[in-house]
């Protein structure tokens, strides 16, 4: 069975400071994918990044990093120097595909809600 | 491209009535997976449409149902409410599963259902 655990339900951070969200999952395949997404308060999902687990390379975009670690079955995502806007809740998911093909059973965590103070 | 639109989105309703939720996915999206998300659950995963078909389904009662149409729109339906019911039902598109590597999904701004 597949499981995603967000430790941090809530995370407040002064404007301008980097902050980590965590993100640790479990699962049996040894294909599956991870996503970030970001929830703001007028509550539409907004894709963020996907990763699969074969490429454990750490990605960068603009202010935003991703940290993969199969090793601790990890997938941390990183703000630098943190915005107001960037207030929102942020959940991380894990994705399995079967081989034969099929359907995409997603499995979210249950999110970090992350308070950027100016 | 026109994003993945929800309707209605706001629904009151009252303890035994049924209702029908609508979504429209992003254009060339085969696949439409529906989402509960309440505060003490957090996201749960309803069902995924592909092509007409349901290819998965959530843990939930066989109350909750839905279907899609050829032209990908999805609908989805409860019936007989409960107050337990109330959530932000989210609807979300994706080009679908292709072997062994699942697409993101893009998710509508959703439904929000308050039952009394």
């Known amino acids: 069975a597949q499981k995603v655990t967000q430790a941090q339900t809530e995370i407040s951070v002064v404007e301008k400071e980097d902050v980590t969200l965590d993100c640790v999952y479990e699962?049996?395949?040894?294909?599956?994918?991870l996503f970030w997404y970001k929830q703001p308060p007028s509550g539409e999902l907004v894709f963020l990044i996907r990763?699969?687990?074969?490429?454990?390379q750490n990605e960068i975009s603009g202010r935003y990093s991703w940290n993969f670690q199969k090793s601790t079955s990890s997938f941390n995502f990183t703000i630098t120097a943190s915005q107001v806007v960037d207030s929102a809740v942020y959940f991380c998911?894990?994705?399995?595909?079967?081989?034969?093909?099929?359907?995409?059973?997603?499995?979210f965590g249950t999110g970090t809600k992350l308070q950027v103070i100016p | 491209k026109a994003g993945v639109t929800q309707t209605p989105r706001y629904l009151i309703k009252t303890r035994g009535q049924q209702v029908t939720l609508s979504c429209s996915p992003i254009?060339?999206?085969?696949?439409v997976s529906w989402y509960q998300q309440t505060p003490g659950q957090g996201l749960q995963f309803l069902f995924e449409?592909?092509?007409?078909?349901?290819?998965n389904k959530g843990n939930f009662p066989g109350r909750f149902s839905g279907r899609q149409f050829s032209n990908s729109r999805s609908e989805m339906n409860v019936s007989t409410l409960e107050l337990g019911d109330s959530a932000l039902y989210l609807c979300?598109?994706?080009?679908?599963?292709?072997?062994?590597?699942?697409?993101?999904?893009?998710f509508g701004p959703g439904t929000r259902l308050t039952v009394t």
């Open positions: 979300a598109s994706s080009l679908g599963a292709a072997r062994g590597q699942p697409y993101e999904q893009y």
């Open positions: 998911a894990l994705s399995e595909a079967p081989m034969g093909g099929g359907y995409q059973k997603v499995t």
């Open positions: 990763r699969n687990s074969f490429d454990e």
């Open positions: 449409y592909f092509s007409e078909t349901q290819r």
């Open positions: 699962t049996r395949d040894t294909t599956y994918y």
């Open positions: 254009s060339g999206h085969r696949s």
